[in-house]
């Protein structure tokens, strides 16, 4: 019986010194709504977009046209003792090319605001509260 509770004690010191973390990064390059603008469809060619936007994340070839993705992830992150929770922001933006290496679209993902963080793992019972 007295090993059960050093066991039972180990554990929960094991718990209680696992700490917490919190990290945040981003990847990629963030483009400005502006810039996506300068983008004319039927008028702007390869060469623009690129010296607009920069080199793209990746290209794509789809139904004989060449998409130009551009991408941006905010990541947050936090752990604390045994609960975690990570919450994941993206911006998107396509540029589709016809056969001529013309602009035939631009698709922008919609913009979200920042990442608010959360201190509790599943906005429970924080969620519910009639104050909240």
């Not at 004690?9 to 973390?21: N, R, S, T």
């Not at 983008?39 to 690129?50: E, P, Y």
């Not at 060449?66 to 003792?81: A, M, T």
């Not at 698709?107 to 599943?122: C, S």
Request: glycine share 10%; net charge neutral.
């Amino acid at each position: 019986m007295k090993s059960g509770r050093y066991v039972l004690g180990f554990i929960m010191v094991g718990l209680l010194l696992q700490g917490c973390a919190f990290i945040r990064g981003n990847y990629g390059e963030e483009l400005r709504q502006g810039d996506i603008t300068t983008i004319q469809k039927g008028i702007s060619t390869r060469a623009d977009v690129a010296a607009v936007l920069g080199a793209p994340d990746r290209i794509v070839e789809a139904n004989s046209r060449e998409i130009f993705h551009y991408y941006h992830y905010d990541i947050k992150s936090g752990s604390v003792l045994i609960f975690s929770r990570t919450n994941i922001k993206s911006d998107d933006t396509f540029v589709i090319f016809d056969g001529a290496g013309i602009v035939e679209e631009v698709v922008a993902g919609k913009r979200k605001g920042p990442l608010e963080f959360q201190f509790w793992p599943f906005d429970w019972p924080f969620h519910y509260w009639p104050f909240h």
